[in-house]
């Protein structure tokens, strides 16, 4: 089992930045793989950003490409995922997952946390 908690969201001005954190707890083996996720009101849960636990390799989606970027600290036991030049369609609960592959799927995560809310607005 791997506990998850978010913290970091709040309201914050167009091209304002914003650090979200993750804390996992529990069996954070070297073969975990640390994402996260979003989701807008109406909208589906969609792919952000995903970084394995051990080896630092990262990916992105095209809507976050140069703005976000993710990193994890061993000693702290978390992932980070610094945001830039936020936009108001950045506004959404962002959710930490934790799975044993690298995937851009919700369903490939076995581990989630209940999310931070991020609101980017004028």
């Known amino acids: 089992q791997v506990q998850l908690v978010e913290s970091g969201g709040r309201l914050v001005q167009p091209g304002g930045s914003l650090r979200l954190s993750c804390v996992a707890s529990g069996r954070t083996t070297g073969n975990l793989a640390m994402a996260w996720f979003r989701q807008a009101p109406g909208k589906d849960r969609e792919f952000v950003s995903v970084?394995?636990?051990?080896?630092?390799?990262?990916s992105y989606a095209d809507s976050v490409e140069g703005r976000f970027t993710i990193s994890r600290d061993y000693a702290k036991n978390t992932v980070y995922l610094q945001m830039n030049n936020l936009e108001p369609e950045d506004t959404a609960l962002y959710y930490c997952a934790a799975g044993y592959q690298i995937t851009f799927v919700p369903a490939g995560y076995a581990y989630w946390g209940q999310g931070t809310q991020v609101t980017v607005s004028s």
């Open positions: 970084i394995t636990w051990s080896g630092g390799r990262t």
